[in-house]
């Protein structure tokens, strides 16, 4: 890019440009030449391999300490514990030069932020000058919702803005009606809290008092959102001073050219990768998600206390020219719930899956993105048309929704031979445990544990899912320990159990999930969420592969646990099976088990128990394949349940004197030529079974959500009317019955 200022153009951008001038000269000069700053070569690689590789080492390095540094200043567990953040380093015009470890999320959603201030000019109101400070939490801005909040330093060289230094933490809680930093039952914007929109809030490295007043009585504890934002401050600070001495040895014109290379390094690698892995070609998975509200009449209003479904048809399009586009084009309506994305967000989603499959290395950056498309259609969950909508749990679909790239990446890998990289999708992340009310502590407080970031991992081509492993959204992902959450929540822990028959059953299975039983303890009342997939599999295994289970709510009220400890009766640790419940044999109360995971929040007395279980990966590979000794382990480790040995997989085993499973051959080989003869029996042509579900499929009998979220996709979307008659075999004029649902009056 030039350093010649652009006419009638004096600001705080190389040059004397502004920096609206310089973001809209790098767009045109991208748009124009296909390469990020114009760079169809790559002179400081090309010339000077090894001083590159060091300039971007020291970069990242610096930002990576910056991390390290700021979980220890950081009092909240979620960032203690889970490692629930990341930072950043962008360029003038807000485009990512690198990024520390942690959540990967927000390669480009700070971006989005950055951009923002600029084209809203905030260089001359409120103005950007060195040692201030930028907050933004508003995912219509940047972000995927209000519980990420990030912070932003301009860094400058000389009077002239250099770029930017960025960090982003999630919150314990946001100030919303409902405790908790992701409620569940807000209907819109307007009840998810906090929302800072791009705001300067401090100068001189310090935080306005005004500011610090503000957080103080806009959330329950504001103590562990100003150490978070003191934890970003400062890892920011540090970043600045990483760049800084950079700069002082190597010279400011080198740097300018770096920050510019290495983004247009990183783009030309992502088309490379993406030539070399996969195959072209179009490659389409949906997924689902419930949204069970109509029993929380009285809760919410009418019109939002509705059972619904949301529809995430994605596909990937990889070109020949190595153009890879993500489209979401047939997605249904927005609603009145917490799970309604921004096309930030859902840039979040993306660049998890990126930076875990094309991108497996450190140069995470913009240049990713560069080479990448995606479409949100208006109107859709995903790109709402109603600027209130509420979408303070916007992740509840984001994964299930990003499960199905990592399907489609996953096929395409095969495709070109790459079995080593071949992953069953992701698992939804659930159960998300959450409360609030007076605490153990005597204060008002909201929470949020994060140990669903500890779900089981999906199958891979030629091994199982690891065990409680990690998250789709964090690749760090640890559970925590009991004693940090128990700081921060009047719960005590029991017990947690790898759960079986979580893992979706392959000839590879899906890691296990596994669950914790609570009680609450040292308060009178507290109000407690769930929040899983009750009553869909998000998305499918791979290869004959069975998804892995989905969730259920089992909650445990008006026990007699007060009695029981002080008589030291037995009390449960693990339930297991809920065909053989601990919990309901060993603890009288009022049990309600039913699969409406996402609900209001309830309130729930002191001894009252929670259990959280959490799920486990998907399995790849036809059951009826999988190794019969890697079954009889699966028994013995408590992986697997006895009696789904058989009637799954196949397998015939007995208990020997010491209570080891051990495997009965013959019995299994005659089981499975037995159930594979059955499975002919049954099965009836594709085109049959087709020619018999048309009728359903012309006339949309199927149960009202899914109906209406088929409804409003066949509205928002001719090319998905055109692709669902196709593959029906629906005539040209077919229109869905029950008139139009696009939702034109929301």
């Not at 669950?515 to 308060?523: N, P, S």
């Amino acid at each position: 890019m030039s350093n010649v200022a652009l006419e009638h153009d004096y600001g705080i951008g190389w040059g004397g440009a502004s920096l609206a001038g310089m973001l809209e000269e790098s767009e045109r000069i991208f748009s124009e030449t296909g390469h990020y700053g114009g760079l169809d070569e790559l002179p400081l690689k090309a010339t000077e391999p090894i001083r590159y590789e060091k300039m971007f080492s020291r970069l990242r390095g610096g930002l990576v300490g910056a991390r390290e540094t700021a979980m220890n200043i950081s009092a909240s567990p979620i960032v203690r514990e889970v490692g629930e953040l990341c930072f950043a380093l962008y360029t003038p015009e807000g485009d990512a030069i690198t990024l520390s470890t942690g959540i990967m999320a927000h390669v480009h959603t700070m971006s989005m932020a950055i951009k923002h201030m600029i084209r809203s000019d905030y260089e001359t109101n409120p103005g950007i000058a060195p040692g201030d400070i930028f907050v933004n939490n508003d995912p219509q801005l940047g972000g995927v919702h209000n519980a990420d909040v990030m912070n932003f330093l301009p860094l400058f060289h000389e009077g002239e803005i250099v770029g930017w230094a960025a960090g982003v933490v999630h919150e314990l809680d946001v100030g919303a009606p409902q405790p908790a930093s992701m409620p569940i039952g807000t209907v819109s914007r307007y009840e998810d809290g906090l929302i800072l929109s791009c705001m300067k809030v401090g100068s001189n490295d310090t935080l306005n008092r005004d500011y610090e007043n503000r957080i103080e009585t806009a959330v329950r504890m504001p103590f562990y959102w100003v150490l978070d934002e003191k934890c970003r401050i400062a890892g920011c600070q540090i970043i600045r001073a990483t760049v800084e001495r950079l700069i002082a040895e190597e010279g400011i014109d080198t740097y300018k050219l770096f920050m510019r290379e290495v983004i247009e390094d990183a783009r030309r690698a992502f088309k490379r990768n993406l030539t070399q892995m996969t195959v072209p070609g179009t490659y389409r998975v949906p997924s689902f998600m419930d949204v069970p509200h109509e029993e929380d009449k009285g809760l919410m209003p009418d019109y939002a206390a509705v059972n619904s479904m949301m529809n995430c048809p994605l596909s990937l399009t990889i070109g020949r020219d190595a153009s890879f586009h993500v489209d979401l084009d047939g997605a249904n309506k927005w609603g009145y719930h917490s799970f309604n994305c921004t096309p930030s967000g859902l840039q979040g989603g993306l660049w998890v899956v990126l930076s875990q499959t094309l991108v497996p290395n450190d140069k995470v950056n913009d240049g990713a993105y560069l080479a990448t498309s995606f479409n949100t259609p208006y109107g859709t969950w995903s790109n709402p048309d109603n600027r209130s909508v509420s979408n303070t749990l916007s992740w509840i679909f984001l994964i299930p929704c990003f499960t199905g790239l990592v399907h489609a990446l996953s096929r395409a890998f095969t495709a070109r031979g790459y079995l080593e990289e071949v992953l069953a999708a992701y698992p939804f992340t659930g159960n998300i445990t959450q409360g609030g009310g007076i605490n153990h502590h005597g204060q008002d407080a909201g929470w949020s544990n994060f140990e669903h970031s500890s779900c089981g991992i999906s199958a891979r081509w030629g091994y199982d899912g690891e065990v409680s492993g990690a998250a789709m959204w964090n690749p760090e992902g640890d559970m925590g320990d009991v004693e940090a959450w128990e700081l921060t929540e009047p719960l005590l822990y029991f017990g947690r159990r790898i759960r079986p028959n979580t893992g979706g059953p392959g000839k590879q299975r899906g890691g296990s999930g596994w669950e914790c039983v609570r009680m609450l303890y040292g308060t009178e009342r507290q109000i407690l969420f769930h929040c899983n997939s009750g009553h869909v599999f998000q998305t499918s295994g791979l290869y004959g592969g069975y998804p892995g289970s989905s969730g259920y709510r089992h909650m445990i009220t008006n026990t007699d646990m007060k009695e029981r400890i002080a008589q030291g009766l037995p009390y449960p640790v693990e339930d297991r099976d809920t065909e053989d419940s601990q919990i309901v044999a060993n603890v009288e109360a009022d049990h309600l088990i039913d699969r409406r995971c996402h609900h209001f929040p309830v309130s729930q007395s002191e001894y009252d128990l929670y259990l959280s279980v959490l799920n486990g990966g998907h399995g790849l590979g036809d059951p009826l394949d999988r190794d019969p000794e890697a079954v009889v382990a699966d028994l013995n480790s408590g992986d697997v349940l006895p009696r789904f040995a058989p009637t799954t997989y196949g397998v015939v085993a007995e208990q020997d004197a010491d209570g080891h499973w051990v495997l009965d051959q013959s019995a299994t080989d005659a089981l499975r030529a037995d159930m594979r003869k059955q499975r002919l029996e049954d099965s009836v042509p594709v085109e049959e079974w087709m020619e018999g579900q048309r009728g359903r499929a012309a006339d949309l009998d199927f149960i009202e959500p899914v109906a209406k979220a088929y409804r409003e996709s066949i509205a928002l979307s001719e090319n998905w009317a055109a692709l669902y008659k196709d593959f029906w075999g629906l005539p040209d004029e077919w229109s869905p019955p029950n008139g139009d649902a696009s939702g034109r009056d929301r």
